[in-house]
């Protein structure tokens, strides 16, 4: 009896979710981050060159130039959009959140780190070089966000969630304006839920799993760029007679 009330529940939050997903609007979803480094051993090889990070372009194919809150988004299922809420703003652009995090995780790591608030990609190093130099930092970091999102698989009786990043990252240095680093890093995290999983959950896991770990990786091949950076050096040689 009791199996029979349990399949019966969960036929009616199935057929629920499609009622919702059939309806629009939007909800934006309260996230927290946990900070994923601290200051690295090796923090001193960069100690004195200050990193400039940029906005990140979005290039996501839901985002609509019409409506600023798309910019937002992370989430879609039927006709409903869900965005973020951080830090006590609602539906905050992703851009604006990478950035934000992007600064703060380099500090933590040992690196000079401040924002540019200017987009900034590959495809304008002049551009790049430009805010580097009024911002007063030896390199750039800027690039793209090419995915970023929650797809949840709805199967017949199960949800397969999906939580996604990938960024393109672009380090450009800026005495000389040549690009150091121009690199893809993308993580996905795949599971299987059940009969679901709370949107909650879903945040949590998109960030403090996913992300967490491609800003892991993007800190890790930054800081491995500043390390070898060229610098001046002062030679003085000295004569000793005999």
Known sequence: MRAGRSWTLRLAVLLAGSAVSGCGGTMSLDMNY???????????????????????????????????????????????????????????????????????????AGVEAKAIPKILTKDNVADTVEAGRQAGTAYVLGGRVLVFEIVNETGVWTVTSRRSVTLEITLVRVQGGDVALDSNVSLTDRQDEGMGVRHSTNVDRLMNNVFRRVVTQVVEQVTAKLALAPRDVDVRITLVSR
């Open 34 to 108: 946990s900070p994923a480094l601290y200051r690295l051993q090796q923090a001193d090889q960069w100690r004195g060159i200050a990193l400039g990070v940029a906005k990140l372009e979005d290039r996501r194919s839901w985002i609509d130039p019409t409506n600023p809150e798309s910019l937002g988004y992370v989430m879609q299922q039927g006709a409903f959009r869900f965005g973020l809420t951080y830090d006590g703003r609602k539906y905050v652009p992703v851009s604006d959140l990478v950035q934000t995090l992007f600064v703060e995780e380099f500090t933590r």
